[in-house]
C-alpha cells in the first residue's frame, strides 16, 4: 500500500515559478515508476511528467518540456514548474507506477495509487 501526498500548489502569476512535491509512504515507494498529471475543469486527466524508479529516464509532456523539471529522492518526487502559463491552472495530481519495468505510461488507468492534488493557479 502506498500513500501519496502532494503539497506545493498555490496562485502564482504569469512567468512565476512553483514546486510541487509528493510525499510517498511505503517499503516499496522508491521502486515505482511516478507521474505527474493535471486536470481542470472540463479536462480530461493528463500526464504531465514521469519517472523512473532510480531517475535515469524521464518523460515530459509536449506543452511543458523545457519548463518543467522531475525529479526524486527515496522518498519524495519533486516537479519543478517555471514560465508558467495561465492555461497550466489545473488540479496536479501525483501517482504511483506498480509495474516492474522501466516504461513510463501517460495513461491514468495504468496509475495504481494517487494523492489527493493540489491546485495550481496561474493568474494575474
Known amino acids: 500500500q502506498v500513500q501519496l501526498v502532494e503539497s506545493g500548489g498555490g496562485l502564482v502569476k504569469p512567468g512565476g515559478s512553483l514546486r510541487l512535491s509528493c510525499a510517498g509512504s511505503g517499503a516499496l515507494f522508491s521502486s515505482y515508476i511516478m507521474g505527474w498529471f493535471r486536470q481542470a475543469p472540463g479536462s480530461e486527466r493528463e500526464c504531465v511528467a514521469g519517472i523512473t524508479w532510480n531517475g535515469d529516464i524521464k518523460y515530459y509532456g509536449d506543452s511543458v518540456k523545457g519548463r518543467f523539471t522531475i525529479s526524486r529522492d527515496n522518498a519524495k518526487v519533486f516537479m519543478q514548474m517555471g514560465s508558467l502559463k495561465p492555461e497550466n491552472t489545473a488540479v496536479y495530481y501525483c501517482?504511483?507506477?506498480?509495474?516492474?519495468?522501466?516504461?513510463?505510461?501517460?495513461?491514468?488507468?495504468?496509475?495504481?495509487?494517487w494523492g489527493q492534488g493540489t491546485q495550481v493557479t496561474v493568474s494575474s
Open positions: 501517482a504511483a507506477d506498480t509495474a516492474w519495468d522501466t516504461l513510463i505510461r501517460t495513461s491514468a488507468l495504468d496509475y495504481e495509487y
